[in-house]
């Protein structure tokens, strides 16, 4: 009996420290924290200038798996791909507007664990496999409080 409770006691403490070692930053149920084993950091994107960057897809561009870009209100003429797992949050999706000026994806990701929220994300391409936000062959996404409009296809996915 001795020994079945010592082995039980060994196999829930080597459960419990490969969870704290191997899973614990995996997933955030009911948030909107992707995995974080890069810096963490959060940066800050304002289109009038004075923050880290001017625009988001240079935020992107230096950013590393796990940081926050908080993007200040404003019109970000730009189309964007989000290719490694960030966060992207705006002011609001009346305030912090990104608009394709009629070309392409206005914004295209192509990474997992990317979470975007507060966005007005408009003016895409006319062809039929042009949208406001595609997600290109990705799992485990969140896109929340944004308004897509004014766009061949809203939402889509390949």
């Known amino acids: 009996m001795m020994h079945k409770k010592n082995f ?3 196999w829930l403490a080597v459960l419990l420290i490969g969870q704290v ?8 149920p009911g948030g909107i ?3 974080r084993s890069g810096s963490g950091a959060n940066i800050v994107v304002d289109d009038d200038g ?4 001017a625009t988001i897809q240079s ?6 798996i796990g940081d926050i870009l908080y993007v200040h209100a404003g019109t970000y003429n730009e189309n964007i791909v989000v290719n490694k797992a960030i966060t992207i949050i705006g002011n609001g999706s009346l305030d912090t507007i990104v608009s394709g000026g009629g070309a392409g994806d206005v914004v295209r990701v ?3 664990w990317v979470n975007i929220s507060g966005l007005k994300i408009i003016n895409s391409g006319s062809n039929s496999n042009d949208g406001g936000l595609e997600l ?5 996404c969140r896109v929340t409080d ?4 004014n766009n061949y296809q809203g939402l889509h996915s390949r």
Request: hydrophobic letters at 45%; zero cysteines; proline letters at 3%.
């Open 146 to 149: 944004n308004v897509i409009t």
């Open 136 to 140: 290109d062959n990705v799992d485990h």
């Open 8 to 10: 039980l006691i060994v």
């Open 50 to 53: 004075g923050r880290d960057y």
């Open 21 to 28: 070692l191997i899973g614990a930053d995996l997933y955030f």
């Open 33 to 35: 924290t992707p995995v």
């Open 59 to 64: 935020a992107i561009n230096n950013a590393v």
């Open 110 to 112: 192509t990474a997992s």
